[in-house]
């Protein structure tokens, strides 16, 4: 097992960072929060020539196929940065769920609009419970001469709001769960941009009376939850990774500040309670960007990851919160303001969290996995 990045990974790592340093300095990522869009077209299609969009995707659908460690160092500086951008909702999760489950015809239509930059995509799959459990989707999608009808509300549905395609996770009765392509602009669709504490573009998006054909089916009726938990491995990885780069990056400011802030004439860093701190800190992020390239290395290699996965996403979950409140502590309560860059990844790590499921959700998901 060899976990070390190629050359070539080198150079796209700093390549993304020299972009994002650029583009999207903190103060740019509190005015696109605070936009009523949450999202910056221009800065999206830079993006887009950039050729990230196109890593997941095979070749005959405009992508590179590049290998999951690819994407993944992508997440990683982009949560360095807490660049906001459709990027997870449009290339991760609706991208690999038109992968596993969309007709030729789909595909051919849509990847090389997504890998150009030129779609936007949300996934309406959450409900009021925020349930990544099967039992958690039970919107109804009604059988009507040509296709369905779909009537109902969705929840933390990301970016929906700046989409031009909708996928929506549906019930259709006994039949099982279903996956719909939606123009998200359609008449019927309603939605109301939801005020979350990580600032993540995530909006209601109610549903009335929305028509949508039997080519707008993913895959097949009783498929659709198949279907999204093939894309919810590679999506929780790439989650972990976001994660993990804003881990790194609590840690350089918050060493930074320990070396300038001074108390009786001498930093606070020089204090042994501030450099234990910085210590476990750095632990917590070592062990588990260590175990993520792990389980990017064994979806590479077409190894099974399904406790991987949970015991990796219910660690990251605890330890961004644990290293973003360490760093909080080291700076004192301006480090909770939306003013310092820290409150930026504090917010986050609280919010991140619940993305492709809490701790609680993946701790049951591996005690499962171990038939406990």
Partial sequence: MNLDYTKEQDMLRKSVDEFLSKECPFDDVREIEDSESGFSAAKWKKMAKLGWMELYFPEEYGGLGDPVGDVAIIMEEMGKKAFPSPFFSTVIQCGLILLAGGSDKQKKELLPKIAAGKLIMSLAQLEEEGSYRATGINLPAQRAAGGFILNGIKMFAMD????????????????????????????????????????????????KDVKVGDGDLIGGVGEGWEILEQMAQKATLAKCAEMLGGCAESIEMTNVYAKQREQYSTPIGGFQAIQHYM?????????????????????????????????????????FKFITERAVQIHGGIGTTREFNIGLFYRRAKAHEYIMGDTDYHYAKLAEALEL
């Fill in 160 to 207: 929906a709001n700046i989409a031009d395609k909708l996928i929506v996770a549906a019930r259709v009765g006994e039949e099982g769960i279903a996956l719909f392509l939606v123009d998200a602009k359609d008449p019927g669709i309603n939605y109301t941009k939801m005020d979350a504490i990580g600032k993540d573009n995530l909006c209601r998006v109610t549903f």
């Fill in 279 to 319: 210590a476990d800190m750095q632990i917590a992020y070592d062990t588990s960007l260590y175990y993520m390239q792990k389980v990017a290395w064994m979806m590479d290699e077409g190894m099974d990851t399904t406790k991987e996965l949970s015991a990796l996403k219910a660690q990251v979950n605890e330890k």
